[in-house]
């Protein structure tokens, strides 16, 4: 039943796209809603109950606002930069695995069906190759505007990106050595009870790679690419309309990323503490697996939930480095740590089968 | 399907080299190397060599490119400054250019055409762990002689670009 499986890959993989825009939509409304609770105020309000139509009257506002070129821009590639990263931005999601295998049997699909978009073998690089790419929205942004500030912007903001995307990717070469696979499925079958969460294994690791995922998204404490004081809006001064509106929102989509990216890879994914009870209460067969894929996927939201909220605790607690703070920070502090980290994970991966070995020998 | 994907991805590499070379703007050139790259990665992936595919994409396309474009943004490059003779750039360039291509082609097209030997195929060769047992085990020495060249290399640019005493502190 090819056309069955065509269909519910299919509605997977539009499922997820349209979750993450959603996500990401309301992560703008949370951001307020955030700030409004921990500065003791009330947040956005007017627009329907709660002020939940918050984004789309943004969104209608963004529209409708005149979308204006500079006269000396390079017209294209001025079209091109917040195209670029959006685009980057979305393609990012469809290695994540947000949920185990659905059993569709009964359409005739023998194999079951990953909650994924594709299960490629390089997984994780993917989604570094993807995240490097995301510099050229910015650089070509702010290049094509024409505008002194808007350069320096764009070249502080790509700076910032290169420089701690080399400590994230020797964090994570830490986690490829235990799991022994490039996959993200594979890396959250590895953790399948709590003690085996990488966020045991791999502390310092996980440090690193939450502060480098901080930098990545420019979110405070590291949103240096926007200074008003020193560059007016940074990379986006000259744009307005939609197309400043998706370099906002590509922003959104890349804290929503990470954080499905930290929980895969830290905190076990779909993986949850208490699994086999869970999995005890609910019928065999396949509605029972079905069913535990579903509360698993729900599980893996909480935690994205989470990280995104973490992500706006951080915003209102910690006061912003200065730039040569945030340099220094970067190649001076994290990325020895990184390779330390690495080399005392090589060495202790190869010393615990020695020591197992002693002590049953005993 | 796999073969007309290979002719687009060719087509493409081929116009955006030749973009590169033929565009007034050297940051288009940059974009259009960067589109290139794009397509190199296209064609490792229909040889199923995936990892050198996407280390392809994150070291060429993510890194050196973005510092590429980073000192020409800040280059000044409006003003023709060139002076001395075109007619000898023009006739020293060419010469050069016409020789190297030449002999590219020359060896190219009386080179042997390879076979693929289907009794010792193995589609799964480009697969990182595949690829990581060859270079850890047959290619050894190489290999960790290219990382010791890496590593003076690194040394190299960071001896370079050091402060020297009494230089401008910006």
């Known amino acids: 039943m090819e056309l069955y499986l065509f269909l519910a890959k299919g509605t997977i993989i539009l499922l997820i796209f349209g979750i993450t825009l959603l996500i990401a939509t309301y992560s703008t409304y949370a951001e307020r809603k955030v700030a409004g609770f921990i500065q003791d105020r009330l947040g956005p309000n007017r627009a329907g109950p709660w002020g939940i139509w918050q984004p789309l009257a943004d969104a209608g506002k963004m529209f409708f606002k005149q979308d204006f070129i500079p006269a000396r821009a390079s017209k294209w590639l001025f079209i091109a930069g917040p195209s670029l990263a959006m685009l980057t931005a979305c393609l990012t999601s469809c290695v994540i695995p947000f949920g185990d295998t659905l059993d569709l049997s009964f359409l005739g699909i023998e194999k079951p069906v990953a909650i994924q978009g594709i299960d490629v073998n390089i997984g994780i690089l993917y989604v570094f190759g993807l995240v490097s790419l995301g510099v050229y929205g910015v650089m070509i942004g702010g290049w094509a505007s024409n505008n002194k500030f808007s350069l320096l912007g764009a070249i502080r903001a790509a700076s910032q990106n290169i420089s701690y995307e080399l400590a994230m990717s020797l964090s994570i070469i830490a986690i490829i050595m235990i799991t022994g696979s490039l996959s993200v499925s594979e890396i959250i079958k590895d953790q399948d009870t709590f003690f085996k969460w990488n966020i045991f294994r791999q502390p310092v690791g996980f440090i690193i790679f939450i502060i480098c995922a901080f930098a990545e998204c420019n979110r405070t404490p590291f949103d240096l690419p926007e200074c008003e004081t020193e560059l007016i809006g940074g990379y986006h001064t000259e744009y307005s309309s939609m197309k400043l509106g998706f370099y906002l929102f590509a922003e959104y989509i890349n804290m929503f990323v990470s954080s499905a990216v930290i929980s895969a890879l830290y905190f076990g994914g779909y993986h949850f503490p208490g699994e086999s009870i869970v999995a005890g209460l609910l019928p065999e067969g396949a509605l029972g697996h079905n069913l535990m894929t579903l509360i698993g996927v729900g599980a893996f939201f909480g935690k994205i939930l989470f990280f995104i909220f973490f992500f706006m605790w951080v915003r209102w607690t910690i006061a912003r480095f200065r730039y040569d703070q945030l340099m220094n920070l970067g190649w001076k502090s994290l990325i020895p740590l990184a390779i330390a980290n690495i080399l005392v994970t090589g060495a202790v991966l190869l010393a615990l089968p020695e020591i197992k070995g002693y002590i049953s020998s005993l | ?170």
Do not use: C, W
């Not at chain 2, 033929?22 to 940051?27: A, D, T, W, Y």
């Not at chain 2, 259009?32 to 994409?57: C, D, E, P, R």
């Not at chain 2, 750039?89 to 050069?96: A, K, N, Q």
């Open chain 2, 1 to 170: 399907m796999v073969q007309n994907l290979f002719y687009f991805l060719s087509f493409l590499a081929v116009l955006s080299a030749l973009m590169v070379i033929l565009s007034k703007n050297p940051i288009h050139s940059v974009l259009y190397l960067i589109l290139t790259f794009f397509t190199l990665s296209g064609h490792y992936i229909l040889l199923n060599a995936q990892f050198l595919s996407i280390v392809n994409l994150i070291v060429y396309a993510g890194a050196i490119m973005v510092l590429f474009l980073f000192t020409i943004m800040f280059l000044n490059l409006k003003d023709d400054s060139f002076t001395g003779s075109r007619l000898f750039f023009h006739l020293g360039s060419g010469l050069v250019v016409f020789t190297l291509a030449g002999l590219i082609i020359l060896k190219v097209a009386t080179a042997p055409i390879a076979v693929a030997d289907d009794a010792h195929f193995d589609s799964q060769i480009g697969m990182v762990e595949n690829l990581g047992k060859v270079l850890y085990s047959k290619f050894l020495v190489p290999f960790e002689l290219v990382s010791v060249l890496f590593l003076s290399a690194m040394v190299g640019a960071v001896m370079l670009g050091r402060r020297e005493k009494g230089e401008k502190n910006f």
